[in-house]
Nanobody, 126 residues
């Protein structure tokens, strides 16, 4: 199973960008996918995602400016970044908790896995 983020780039303060995270491979089902970011010299932090019940969750620093959405048919999650700030410069990662297809001695025996993508760089600068 592979997670691939895309959509990063250079954006001016106050601008917008949409990130995508596409999951591919032997996926049975995805429990949740979250977005994280890691700014230079800082720890990785949770930015946005969905709770197990399907509600959205956001870090206080992005509430009202970022929007997470997903296309279940495409196993893809999106993060819309609006009104971006210079402190939003970071590598943005997606993380998925999912059920992977697996067969053991001919029996279907899926397993839970947790995977990270390689990230996409967002640079907020004028």
């Amino acid at each position: 199973v592979q997670l691939v983020e895309s959509g990063g780039g250079l954006v001016q303060p106050g601008g917008s960008l949409r990130l995508s995270c596409a999951a591919s491979g032997n996926i049975d089902s995805i429990n949740f996918m979250d977005w994280y970011r890691q700014a230079p010299g800082k720890q990785r932090e949770l930015v946005a995602g969905f709770t197990p019940s399907g509600s959205t969750k956001y870090a206080d620093s992005v509430q009202g400016r970022f929007t997470v959405s997903r296309d279940n048919a495409k196993d893809t999650e999106y993060l819309q970044l609006n009104s971006v700030k210079p402190e939003g410069t970071a590598v943005y990662y997606c993380r998925a908790d999912f059920l992977a297809q697996r067969w053991v001695e001919g029996d279907y025996d899926p397993e839970y896995l947790d995977e990270w993508g390689r990230g996409t760089l967002v640079t907020v600068s004028s």
